[in-house]
């Protein structure tokens, strides 16, 4: 990278716009996924990128509100503000599928204490209409229940999967309650986070296929009513996923978005997450015909991210990048 590209990343960073938080959430999903199709040695490469960027947001997130309080506080208040316990909880949904739990059950205790007074901060201060990032409310709540349901399988814990059965209620109420404030027209004219309006329905898909799977275990967790219940609500979300997956992917043939955004991290995202809430449904749910269309996603997913990553490197070592504020709102 030149020395004028390392100059305009410094100030982008300086800036501390919510593409670092969506870049891990990219990046940790990207690894879930190529996780679940076997290739473990890629899937930990993208977890140490992951990591890493995680560690770089951690840092900057203590400096500033120890250092710049009022910016910190600004910051807080809009959607993006929730990108910190969003990745937080994808980098240990990945982390647990390592066999990591006690890592994950920290960084679940992290993600808990940041949520509640972030959400709140974030919906006092909504607008009428809002681009995609503020589906982060639902995105942010969904990846607690995710993780709660995972750790409650892998050790056993009936009141976490309890809590994370009422966090994924939640969480869709939240939805409901952003899709009103939501701009439609992002979905031809926005840069990027507006995919968000279906990773948020994708990691919603993934919590509930989460919870069945807690249920089938050794765990005695739902009666078959509320099984049932959340198969239905689970295969419901997943037509919707891919409902809007197609929506959203031929507004992009429609209207191409090429030039490179550093909200495209928010793209990645939903593209990762729908893949990897296909897996996960055809097993917790009992459908093996979906690994198949599954694993098609994860590389799409993949693929997206390498662009994207390309993309960031061109244009922070390139002439012609110029560094903003932007970033999802």
């Not at 501390?16 to 190529?34: D, E, F, H, K, Y």
């Not at 909504?126 to 399988?153: E, S």
């Not at 893949?275 to 015909?289: D, E, N, R």
């Amino acid at each position: 990278m030149s020395a004028s590209g390392m100059s305009r990343f410094r100030a982008w960073w300086s800036q501390r716009p919510a593409a670092a938080g969506t870049a891990v959430m990219a990046a940790a999903i990207v690894s879930i996924g190529l996780h679940l199709i076997g290739h473990e040695t890629l899937s930990r490469i993208v977890l140490a990128l992951a990591c890493a960027a995680w560690l770089a947001l951690a840092a900057d997130f203590v400096v500033r509100l120890l250092r710049d309080r009022q910016r910190w506080l600004a910051e807080a208040e809009t959607p993006a503000g929730l990108t910190a316990v969003a990745a937080t909880t994808v980098l240990g949904t990945r982390f647990s599928a390592a066999g990591w739990q006690t890592l994950a059950e920290a960084l679940l205790a992290l993600a808990a204490v940041l949520w509640p007074g972030l959400l709140i901060d974030v919906v006092r201060h909504w607008k009428r209409r809002m681009a995609g990032a503020v589906f982060l409310v639902c995105v942010a709540t969904q990846g607690l229940a995710v993780l709660g349901a995972t750790l409650a399988a892998a050790e056993s814990v009936a009141w976490l999967a309890h809590t994370a059965l009422v966090l994924f209620w939640l969480g869709l109420v939240l939805y409901g309650v952003a899709l009103g404030h939501f701009d439609v027209r992002q979905v031809v004219t926005g840069a990027g986070d507006h995919w968000v309006v279906g990773g948020a329905l994708a990691i919603s898909t993934l919590a509930g296929s989460k919870l069945v799977a807690a249920g089938n275990g050794g765990l005695y967790l739902w009666n078959s009513d509320d099984r049932g219940v959340l198969r239905a609500v689970t295969e419901a979300l997943l037509v919707l996923v891919m409902a809007w997956y197609v929506v959203l992917a031929v507004a992009e043939v429609v209207r191409p978005r090429l030039r490179y955004d550093v909200r495209r991290w928010a793209t990645v995202f939903p593209l990762g997450m729908t893949a990897v809430a296909v897996l996960s449904v055809g097993t917790a749910l009992g459908f093996p015909w979906l690994r198949t269309p599954g694993q098609v996603l994860v590389w799409i997913a993949v693929a997206g991210w390498l662009v994207v990553a390309v993309g960031a490197v061109r244009f922070y070592a390139g002439p012609e990048g110029q560094v903003t504020s932007t970033g999802p709102r």
